[in-house]
């Protein structure tokens, strides 16, 4: 097995198997981890003990892209995106300008840190620092001078190591992963062969090498639940990084048919197409996300003890590893002004029903989100949970890198719209799609609320 070329149908399975054969990507097989580490989630907090981030000195939130305030924008809205993008990024060089731009902030995120810190496996939930920077230069290799070069891997006989699917995070800590200073000459020797092959062959129709700019981007939001979770610099926001909500109350939407996913003519991932249209009643949906001070509301209002509010999936997750507030709220003071974050879809959940509401399906989200009725605020900060069950949208085409989407369909992971204060703008669009279990909390996931019209 290679890096990201699985049988996807093969792993197919149920139950508990479904998790531990399904999904060897991420995400997935950090929920295969948990089932075998109980109370990982839950007990992340006590156990890990968070030592407070120091915002001033150490944080690693300087780079403006992930922290820039600013609502939604379309790809082609973004200044970023230009340079970088879809049918811009047809150019060779700007493909490895946007590649070289992705690199710089990955290295900048791990500056700081001595090898120590970068190898330690810091929880069972997440890898290595140093396996995702390796996973990273892995995809790269694979897809751009192997497949779409036609190249020998580099280093072939480090292929299953960076497998996400054949490698489980709980695994991760033990690897002989590359480490120092042969990490980070392999990173650069596979940028290298890369942009020779991207020289000499030009970058195609975008595709491949959208998918390895953005796949780096993500690993670097991946590496920053990492970091919240061992309590590193670098894994809460900095002071800047929220913007501004001036309004509370609702934005009411018309019902009515509307034209769901991403056009055609510019890259999206492949769980963003086909645009197809959708029927939806008139809802109400919230202006802003929920705030710390309204959670602190709910916590103190007895929010996790009312049955009543809770789902039994969720109540019953909630007892099992006794959750009694967000996570990353020990020891660590909350801005009541600022959005919640760090919240599962269960205690989502639970709160939109305390407070006579619901969460928003994904296509009422995006509808809201693209709808020039009036901006969604706060959409830059944290994801946002959404109603609605991953799943392929009517005609899903697969893209080369079949196991991106596909494997994680129908299998219990709830959709998130928006984006965080650690996403790169160009994968905060008001069509992508993220996706997590009920349970995950070390995502930087809040709420946004809605309700029937
Ligand atoms: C889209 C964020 C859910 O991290 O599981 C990274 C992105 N896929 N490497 C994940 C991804 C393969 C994916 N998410
Ligand atoms: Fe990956």
Same mark, same amino acid.
């Given at each position: 097995?290679?890096? $990201?070329?699985?049988?996807? *149908?093969?792993?197919?399975?149920? @139950? ?16 295969? +981890?948990?089932?075998?580490?109980? *109370? ?15 915002? +001033? @000195? ?33 150019? !060779?060089?700007?493909?490895? =300008? ?71 995070? !709980? ?42 700019? &953005? ?23 900095? +002071?800047? +990084? ?54 602190? !509301?709910?916590?103190? $209002? *007895? $929010? ?6 809770? =789902? ?23 801005? %009541? ?6 919240? =599962? ?32 605020? $706060? ?20 893209? %080369? ?16 719209? @928006? ?14 799609? &993220? ?19």
């Amino acid at each position: 097995m290679t890096v $990201g070329q699985h049988d996807v *149908g093969r792993r197919r399975g149920a @139950g508990v198997q479904r998790f531990e054969a399904v999904g060897r990507e991420h995400g997935v097989e950090q929920h295969a +981890a948990l089932r075998e580490q109980e *109370g990982v989630d839950g007990l992340a907090d006590a156990r890990m003990g968070h030592a407070p981030v120091d915002q +001033a @000195g150490g944080d690693l939130v300087h780079e403006r892209p992930g922290a820039q305030p600013g609502p939604l924008t379309n790809r082609d809205g973004c200044a970023d995106e230009a340079r970088v993008a879809g049918t811009e990024m047809s150019g !060779t060089t700007q493909v490895i =300008s946007a590649l070289d731009l992705a690199r710089e902030r990955t290295l900048a995120l791990v500056d700081d840190f001595d090898d120590t810190t970068l190898e330690r496996a810091w929880t069972p939930m997440m890898s290595p620092l140093a396996w995702d920077l390796g996973h990273i230069a892995a995809y790269e290799d694979l897809w751009i001078a192997h497949r779409h070069g036609g190249l020998p891997l580099l280093r072939p006989e480090l292929a299953d190591l960076y497998d996400a699917f054949e490698t489980p995070r !709980t695994a991760r800590g033990d690897l002989d992963f590359l480490r120092g200073a042969e990490l980070r000459t392999h990173l650069s020797e596979v940028r290298g062969r890369s942009t020779d092959v991207l020289e000499r062959e030009g970058p195609g129709d975008g595709t491949i090498t959208e998918m390895v700019a &953005n796949h780096e981007l993500q690993h670097q939001e991946t590496m920053r639940q990492t970091l919240f979770l061992a309590g590193l610099p670098g894994g809460r926001p900095s +002071a800047e +990084a929220e913007h501004p909500v001036d309004r509370d109350g609702w934005i009411e939407v018309p019902g009515g048919p509307f034209e769901m996913g991403a056009r055609d003519g510019r890259f999206a991932f492949d769980n963003e197409r086909p645009r197809h249209p959708v029927a939806l009643r008139p809802f109400r949906i919230a202006r802003r996300p929920v705030t710390n001070a309204t959670w602190l !509301t709910f916590t103190e $209002g *007895g $929010g996790y003890e009312r049955r009543e509010w809770w =789902s039994d999936e969720g109540w019953a997750w909630k007892e099992e590893y006794d959750i009694t507030h967000p996570q990353g709220w020990d020891g660590t003071p909350v801005d %009541p002004r600022l959005a919640v974050l760090h919240v =599962s879809w269960f205690e989502a959940d639970a709160f939109a029903r305390s407070q006579r509401a619901r969460l928003p399906t994904e296509a009422e989200w995006e509808r809201a989100a693209t709808s020039a009725q009036e901006t969604l605020q $706060g959409t830059a900060f944290g994801w946002e949970w959404t109603a609605t069950e991953f799943h392929g949208y009517p005609g899903f085409v697969p893209h %080369p890198y079949r196991e991106y989407s596909a494997p994680f369909f129908d299998a219990g992971y709830r959709v998130l719209r @928006g984006g965080s204060w650690a996403t790169h703008p160009r994968l905060r669009t008001p069509t992508n799609r &993220n996706w997590d279990l009920p349970q995950r909390r070390q995502i930087f996931s809040g709420v946004r609320l809605a309700q029937d019209a």
